[in-house]
């Protein structure tokens, strides 16, 4: 019953309202903001990069010259058809590859750089998909993120764990409250920065935001992971944890 649902879902709400509707729903915070802080996001890339969950490309006007090689990965079929529009005449040295987070079809220590915007809200579980970045990282190679997580305001936090249930119909199985700072910190990525932000002209539900850099170890390490204060150079208030419903 459940693969029904999901497959009339997909047919219907995925293919022409989530997929089809995606880059004008975001237009609005888009336009507010949320362009330039993927730019931020991206500007440390280089060498040979790899996106993941790279939706309708949102992110491509944003890659650096440093970066000598893009690989794009989307697992949804309707924003596949998307991204190869964008994609077809980019003179750029571009591969579109079909594929979801959890499961890369790369050798360990491929990627000079991993990047991702918004997928740790929508992948069933993050802790395998940091996994395999890990994985695909070269040491010493970096994972670039720009995510929305559970909002620090524990008002607001309880908002979303009751608007949970509908937007993860609306959004495609987003996950508007999870406690995504705490997962990154918890895998074995070491984070090099961390800024908590706001996604500009966002409903308050999901406007909590971070963009960041985390790295793969080069050597076995026993420190333990930094808390946000630390990350943040003493700013505390979080407050992260909760539901991962």
């Known amino acids: 019953m459940a693969n029904l649902l999901k497959k009339a879902y997909d047919a219907t709400w995925g293919k022409y309202v989530f997929a089809g509707m995606y880059d004008k729903f975001l237009a609005k915070v888009e336009g507010y903001g949320l362009s330039e802080k993927r730019a931020e996001m991206l500007k440390p890339a280089y060498g040979r990069?790899?996106?993941?969950?790279?939706?309708?490309?949102?992110?491509?006007?944003?890659?650096?010259?440093?970066?000598?090689e893009?690989?794009?990965?989307?697992?949804?079929?309707?924003?596949?058809?998307?991204?190869?529009?964008k994609t077809r005449n980019d003179p750029r040295r571009i591969q579109l590859v079909v594929?979801?987070?959890?499961?890369?079809?790369?050798?360990?220590g491929y990627f000079d750089t991993v990047a991702a915007a918004m997928i740790l809200c929508t992948v069933p579980d993050p802790q395998p998909a940091l996994k395999e970045i890990q994985r695909v990282l070269k040491p010493g190679g970096q994972y670039l993120f720009l995510e929305h997580v559970r909002n620090p305001d524990p008002k607001v936090a309880r908002k979303q764990d009751i608007i949970q249930k509908g937007w993860y119909w609306f959004g495609n199985e987003?996950?508007?409250?999870?406690?995504?700072?705490?997962?990154?910190?918890?895998?074995?990525?070491?984070?090099?920065?961390?800024?908590?932000?706001?996604?500009?002209?966002?409903w308050e539900f999901i406007e909590a935001m971070v963009i960041g850099r985390a790295v793969?170890?080069?050597?076995?390490?026993?420190?333990?992971?930094?808390?946000?204060?630390?990350?943040?150079?003493?700013?505390?208030?979080h407050g992260e944890a909760g539901c991962d419903c």
Do not use: F
Not at 99 to 105: F, Q
Not at 178 to 198: C, F, G, H, N, Y
Not at 216 to 237: D, E, K, Q, S, Y
């Open 99 to 108: 594929a979801g987070a959890e499961k890369l079809p790369y050798p360990d």
């Open 216 to 237: 793969r170890p080069t050597t076995a390490t026993t420190t333990p992971p930094l808390t946000v204060a630390a990350v943040n150079n003493g700013h505390t208030g």
């Open 174 to 202: 987003c996950h508007c409250n999870r406690p995504t700072v705490q997962t990154l910190m918890s895998s074995e990525l070491e984070i090099a920065d961390l800024q908590e932000t706001k996604m500009p002209g966002a």
């Open 70 to 85: 893009l690989i794009l990965t989307e697992p949804y079929p309707h924003m596949v058809a998307k991204l190869e529009e």
């Open 49 to 68: 990069t790899i996106e993941l969950g790279t939706g309708t490309g949102l992110n491509l006007p944003h890659y650096p010259d440093t970066v000598d």
